[in-house]
């Protein structure tokens, strides 16, 4: 499954949304360095099994959907995503 990230307002979550732009869940930080992958909609299925977190980093989230869903996470152009 191959997705698109992007940050919301707030700068502690990062929308996760599949290419036809359905959301697919969220990665939030829930304190320094811990991220935790939060799947909804059809990602309930696709990751089943996936270690939610708390990830290191947001790039560590999105190399455990990767590696889980062996898909691509792509952040939206312009977003650096910290």
């Given at each position: 499954?191959?997705l698109?990230v992007?940050?919301?307002?707030?700068?502690?979550?990062w929308?996760?949304?599949?290419?036809?732009?359905?959301s697919?869940?969220?990665?939030?930080?829930?304190?320094?360095?811990?991220?935790?992958?939060?799947?909804?909609?059809?990602?309930?299925?696709?990751?089943v099994g996936?270690r939610l977190?708390?990830?290191?980093?947001?790039?560590?989230a999105l190399a455990?959907?990767?590696?889980h869903?062996?898909?691509?996470?792509?952040?939206?152009?312009g977003?650096?995503g910290?």
């Open positions: 499954m191959d698109s992007k940050p919301v307002a707030d700068g502690t979550a929308e996760l949304a599949d290419l036809l732009g359905r697919m869940g969220n990665i939030r930080q829930t304190g320094v360095s811990e991220f935790t992958i939060h799947p909804e909609g059809h990602a309930l299925t696709t990751m996936i977190g708390p990830h290191a980093s947001l790039d560590a455990e959907i990767e590696k869903t062996r898909g691509v996470c792509r952040r939206d152009p977003q650096d910290s």
